[in-house]
C-alpha cells in the first residue's frame, strides 16, 4: 500500500490540535484551580492554545479548539469543578480572535504557495533562457573559430571572380561554370 503523506500530515494536524488544546486546559488547570480558564485574571491565557491552532493550521482547527474549552467549560460547570455561569462575552472574544487569525493565516498561506509558484515557474524560465542562451553562445563561438580557420572576404570573393571571367574572355561554358561553384563553395561555406 502506497504511503499517503498528505493523510499523515491532515492527522498531525489534528491531533496537534487535540493536544495542543487539552495542555492549555491542564496547565489551566494546573496553575490556577480555582480560575483554570483565567475567567478573573488580567489576561486571558487560556485563548493562546486556539491562537497559536489557528495561526499554524487555519479557522477549521482553531475552531475545534475553541469548542474543546467551550465543551470543557460545560462539563466542568455541570461536574462543580467551576462555578458560575457560562461566560458567553468571553468565549465569544475568544472565538472572534480564533476567527480572525484563522483567516489570517488562511490568507498567507495563499500568499505563501503564489510566491512559490511564481518563484518556481522564474526558476524553470532562467534555466530555460540560460541554456538557450548557452547555446547562442556556444554556435557563434563556432562561428568565430570557422571565420578565423579560414578568413574570407567580399573583395577577395569577387578578385577572383573577376580573375575567372578575365581568363575565360568573360565567355560562361561548363568549365566557367564549374570554376564559379568552386569559389561558391569556397567562399560561402557551401557543400
Known sequence: MPFDKSLVLKLERWLETVAIT????????????????????????????PLLIALRYGIAPGLVSVGGICLTFVVMLRTG???GTFPAAFMLGGLLMTLISGQFSAIWSHRLRRADQLSSHTGERFEQL???YFMVRLSHDRLEQNLISRPVTLRDAMIDLRNL????????????????????IHYCGLE
Open 22 to 49: 487539552a495542555i492549555v486546559l491542564l496547565g489551566g488547570y494546573w496553575f490556577n484551580r480555582s480560575d483554570p480558564f483565567f475567567l478573573k485574571a488580567q489576561f486571558p491565557w487560556i485563548w493562546f492554545g
Open 81 to 83: 469543578l467551576v462555578t
Open 130 to 132: 540560460s541554456r538557450s
Open 165 to 184: 571571367l578575365a581568363k575565360r574572355s568573360g565567355q560562361m561554358d561548363q568549365e566557367t561554370g564549374a570554376a564559379l561553384v568552386a569559389i561558391l
